[in-house]
C-alpha cells in the first residue's frame, strides 16, 4: 500500500511540475515550458524598469546617450524584422524597445523582459566602439527575446508546485507538512530584473543568439573576441565586473563564439561605425561596488 502512495504522489507531483506552454527559443530552436505569460512578465518588468529609472541618474554624455540608442534601435530593428520573417510577427506587442544610458562606474548591462534596456556608463570605455556594445546589447536582448528570465521564474514555480504537492500528501506517508503557498513561488521568483542571475546555459545561449542579432543589425561579429578579451582581462585584474557573473569561463566562451561565427558571418552586411567618444580607456579602474538594485535576468544583466 505504501509503494500505491509513493508511486501516486510521483505522479501527481510530475503532472503539477509538467504544467505550461511549450515555446521554441528563436535562433537555437531549443524547446523550453514556461508557467508565465509575457503579458504577466512584461507588466512586472515595466514597472520594475519604471521605478529604476526614477532613481537612476541619466548620463550627460550627449554623445554617448545617442550612441546608446542609435546602436539599441538598430538592434531592435533587426529583431523586429527576424521575428516577422520567422512569422513570430505576434511576439511584437510583448517588446517596449527602451534604450537607457546611467551614471554608474560599474561595468555592466542589462534588459528587462519586453526589450527595456539600461547601459551603464563603466562599460563603454571597455566596448570602445559601435560594434563591441552592439555584443553587449545583442547579448542583453537576447535574454528578452529567449524568455529567460520567464523561464527562470517557470522553473522556481514548478519547484514550488511540487513541494506544494509533497506537503499536501506527505501526511500519508508520515513524512509531516513541507507545503509552502504558490504565493511565496511568485513572491521568490517576482524579484528584480535588473539583478537576475542565469544559468552557465543561459548565458551561452545570449551570447549565441546576441551574436546573431549584432551580425543582423550591420554590426562585425568578429567584435565579440575581442570585446570579450577585453572583459576576461579586467575581470582577472580587478574582479570587479557584475556583466561577467555566473558566466562560461574566458576559454568555453571564446570558443563557443568561434563555433558560432561562421552562422553569424552569413548575416553581416557591414554598417559604418563610429567609435565611442570616451577618453576613458578600457583597464582603467572601475568602482568595485555591486548594484544595490538586484538579470536576463530586474531578468534579462541584464548579462
Given at each position: ?8 504522489l510521483a ?5 503539477l511540475v ?5 515555446n521554441?527559443?528563436?535562433i537555437?530552436g ?6 508565465v ?6 507588466s ?5 524598469y ?7 541618474k541619466?548620463?550627460?554624455?550627449a554623445a554617448?546617450?545617442?550612441?546608446v ?7 531592435a530593428n ?6 516577422r ?6 511576439d ?11 551614471q ?8 528587462m523582459?519586453g526589450g527595456?534596456i ?18 553587449v546589447?545583442g547579448h ?6 529567449a ?8 522553473t522556481?514555480m ?6 506544494q504537492?509533497?506537503g499536501a500528501?506527505a501526511g500519508?506517508?508520515?513524512i509531516g507538512?513541507t507545503?509552502v ?8 521568483t517576482g ?8 544559468s552557465?546555459?543561459h548565458?551561452s545561449e545570449?551570447d ?5 542579432f ?10 565579440a573576441l575581442?570585446f570579450?578579451?577585453r572583459?576576461a ?14 558566466h ?10 568561434q ?7 552569413k548575416?553581416y552586411k ?9 577618453t576613458?580607456?578600457a583597464g582603467?579602474k572601475?568602482?568595485a561596488?555591486?548594484s ?5 535576468s530586474k ?5
Amino acid at each position: 500500500m505504501r509503494n500505491v502512495k509513493v508511486l501516486i504522489l510521483a505522479v501527481i507531483s510530475a503532472v503539477l511540475v509538467s504544467c505550461g506552454s511549450t515555446n521554441t527559443v528563436p535562433i537555437t530552436g531549443r524547446q523550453q515550458s514556461l508557467m508565465v505569460s509575457d503579458g504577466d512578465i512584461l507588466s512586472l518588468s515595466t514597472q520594475q524598469y519604471q521605478e529604476f529609472m526614477k532613481t537612476a541618474k541619466l548620463s550627460t554624455n550627449a554623445a554617448n546617450t545617442a550612441m546608446v540608442k542609435r546602436v539599441g534601435q538598430n538592434l531592435a530593428n533587426a529583431v523586429t524584422s527576424y521575428l516577422r520573417a520567422a512569422g513570430l510577427s505576434n511576439d511584437l506587442q510583448y517588446y517596449n524597445w527602451q534604450f537607457n544610458l546611467v551614471q554608474d562606474k560599474q561595468v555592466n548591462a542589462w534588459c528587462m523582459p519586453g526589450g527595456l534596456i539600461c547601459v551603464y556608463e563603466g562599460i563603454l570605455p571597455v566596448t570602445q566602439d559601435e560594434a563591441s556594445l552592439a555584443i553587449v546589447l545583442g547579448h542583453e536582448i537576447a535574454h528578452a527575446v529567449a524568455r529567460h528570465s520567464a523561464e527562470q521564474m517557470s522553473t522556481q514555480m514548478k519547484q514550488q508546485y511540487g513541494v506544494q504537492t509533497l506537503g499536501a500528501l506527505a501526511g500519508m506517508l508520515g513524512i509531516g507538512n513541507t507545503a509552502v503557498s504558490i504565493g511565496q513561488a511568485i513572491a521568490a521568483t517576482g524579484l528584480n530584473f535588473a539583478n537576475l542571475k542565469y544559468s552557465r546555459s543561459h548565458e551561452s545561449e545570449a551570447d549565441h543568439i546576441g551574436l546573431i542579432f549584432a551580425a543582423m543589425a550591420g554590426y562585425n561579429p568578429q567584435a565579440a573576441l575581442t570585446f570579450w578579451q577585453r572583459m576576461a582581462s579586467l575581470n582577472q585584474n580587478q574582479n570587479t565586473s557584475e556583466f561577467l557573473s555566473d558566466h562560461p569561463s574566458d576559454a568555453t566562451r571564446v570558443q563557443q563564439i568561434q563555433g558560432w561565427m561562421p552562422e553569424a558571418m552569413k548575416y553581416y552586411k557591414p554598417r559604418q561605425t563610429q567609435a565611442v567618444p570616451t577618453t576613458q580607456k578600457a583597464g582603467t579602474k572601475t568602482a568595485a561596488k555591486k548594484s544595490t538594485i538586484k538579470s536576463t535576468s530586474k531578468s534579462t544583466k541584464k548579462k
